[in-house]
Nanobody, 116 residues
Framework: QVQLVESGGGLVQPGGSLRLSCAAS????????MKWYRQAPGKERELVAY????????NYAGSVQGRFTISRRNAKNTLYLQMNSLKPEDTAVYFC?????????WGQGTQVTVSS
C-alpha cells in the first residue's frame, strides 16, 4: 500500500534552516508529481510546494517563494523540502502528498516550530 513517511522537522530559531524528507513506497514514485502541504494550529491546510514527476517543474506558495526549495530523488523514492530563512509564521505540521488514480494519500506529518 502507499506509504509516505516525513522526517526532519524540529525546533529552529528564526532565520534558521531545516530540510524535510518524505520517504515514499507502495507506488511508482517517479511517475507522480508530489506536493508539500502545511497546517498551522487553527488554520486550514495549505499547499506549500509542488514538483513534477521528473523534478523539472516546481511551484511555490507566495509566502515561501525564494526561501523554500522542493526537490526529489527518484532513485531513492524520496521527496525533499529545503527551508531557509525560516519565520515564526512557518510554524506548522508539514505533510507530503500524492494523488494516484483519484485517491489522495498523506503522510503522518512532521512538526516544524520556528521560535526564539
Amino acid at each position: 500500500q502507499v506509504q509516505l513517511v516525513e522526517s526532519g522537522g524540529g525546533l529552529v530559531q528564526p532565520g534558521g534552516s531545516l530540510r524535510l524528507s518524505c520517504a515514499a513506497s507502495g507506488f511508482t514514485f517517479k511517475e507522480h508529481g508530489m506536493k508539500w502541504y502545511r497546517q498551522a494550529p487553527g488554520k486550514e491546510r495549505e499547499l506549500v510546494a509542488y514538483v513534477s514527476s521528473d523534478g523539472y517543474i516546481t511551484n511555490y506558495a507566495g509566502s515561501v517563494q525564494g526561501r523554500f526549495t522542493i526537490s526529489r530523488r527518484n532513485a531513492k523514492n524520496t521527496l525533499y523540502l529545503q527551508m531557509n530563512s525560516l519565520k515564526p509564521e512557518d510554524t506548522a505540521v508539514y505533510f507530503c502528498y500524492v494523488r494516484i488514480f483519484d485517491s489522495d494519500y498523506w503522510g503522518q506529518g512532521t512538526q516544524v516550530t520556528v521560535s526564539s
